[in-house]
């Protein structure tokens, strides 16, 4: 491919995780409350705080030591462990930090650079596969939309939401779809 080309793909990349994506979790997280975010269907499903810390794990590796050698030091087993509630606010803040790293890796990185190999993130790859899914970042489409789909449901409104007028649950009512519940990936 060519710089032109590379850096344009750098530059969809970057804006599609920091900008787009970044936005619908944040959305979603807005929209609930610490008991939503926590809620958990049985013990083997992930809350959608455990996929946000997730996010921000897979993130700040794959971004941030992967391509910008930032010497984050991951705990994958950390990021589903955590039972909460972990704050919203707090969560919110772990993301942007997340996001604004990602933002500053990505932006400085030479689209040139991007057929290069490392070993960073444990396995050889070119910048631009390091990560354990092809497409990196691109991997995170289908997590997010996850996200948004758990915080809102059916009709586009934030399950829990009591004033608004289709909701017809409580405030603190639980999820009505069962988070994944699945064995976790087996990537870092």
């Known amino acids: 491919m060519t710089d032109t080309g590379n850096a344009l793909l750098l530059d969809i990349a ?3 995780l920091v900008v787009h994506q970044a936005g619908q979790v944040r959305t979603c997280l807005e929209a609930l409350n610490d008991g939503q975010l926590w809620w958990r269907a049985n013990e083997d499903s992930n809350t959608i705080g455990n996929l946000v810390l997730h996010l921000c794990g897979s993130t700040r ?23 909460g509630p972990v704050a919203k606010e707090e969560l919110l803040a772990r993301f942007d930090s997340t996001m604004a790293e990602a933002d500053r ?4 990185f030479d689209p040139a ?30 997590r ?12 586009g409104h934030p ?22 519940s699945a064995p976790h990936h087996s990537h870092p």
């Open 14 to 16: 970057r804006t599609r």
């Open 105 to 108: 890796v990505l932006s400085s």
């Open 61 to 83: 590796f794959y971004i941030g030591v992967g391509v910008g050698s930032s010497g984050y030091v991951r705990d994958r087993d950390a990021e589903f462990a955590e039972q």
């Open 113 to 142: 650079r991007l057929g290069d190999t490392t070993d960073r993130t444990g396995k050889t790859a070119t910048y631009a596969e390091a990560h354990p899914e092809p497409g990196a970042p691109f991997h995170r489409p289908h």
């Open 159 to 180: 399950r829990g939401v009591e004033d608004h007028p289709d909701a017809v649950v409580a405030r603190d009512a639980p999820p009505r779809r069962q988070l994944h």
């Open 144 to 155: 997010s939309d996850r996200l948004r789909d758990e915080a809102h449901p059916g009709r």
